[in-house]
């Protein structure tokens, strides 16, 4: 399944890394009647949810407390603002940082499952 992309993001005067938010979103949202309450109890994925956010200007940090916000697609935006890297790239780095640490969870049970110890794993 392919993911809504990560939008653009920037510095506001307050110093605040925020998304860039699209004007015709946020004037739907100011005026077409509904409000984000209303929005919460509807049913969409947690990837469309997760471009509304983007596309409404939250901030990089408030991004992170949002409950349909995975860890990668965070790690990716954190990479993205911090070293400007791609969202190819740092979504190739976040699943590697996922990768990375469900090996070394596993480690130890798959060792102990199949009675050899952690250092002979390859």
Do not use: C, W
Not at 47 to 76: C, H, K, M, N, P
Request: charged fraction near 25%.
């Amino acid at each position: 399944m392919e993911r809504n992309p990560i939008q653009p993001m920037y510095e506001d005067e307050d110093g605040v890394s925020r998304f860039k938010g699209n004007a015709i979103v946020q004037y739907l949202l100011d005026n077409g009647g509904i409000d984000m309450n209303q929005l919460a109890r509807l049913d969409f994925t947690n990837d469309d949810r997760v471009q509304f956010a983007q596309l409404i200007g939250y901030s990089l940090a408030g991004f992170d407390e949002l409950s349909y916000v995975d860890d990668e697609t965070y790690t990716a935006v954190e990479l993205i603002s911090n070293r400007g890297i791609t969202e190819q790239e740092a979504t190739i780095e976040a699943l590697q940082t996922t990768l990375d640490s469900v090996r070394t969870d596993m480690r130890d049970g798959i060792a102990t499952l199949y009675g050899i110890h952690p250092d002979n794993l390859i």
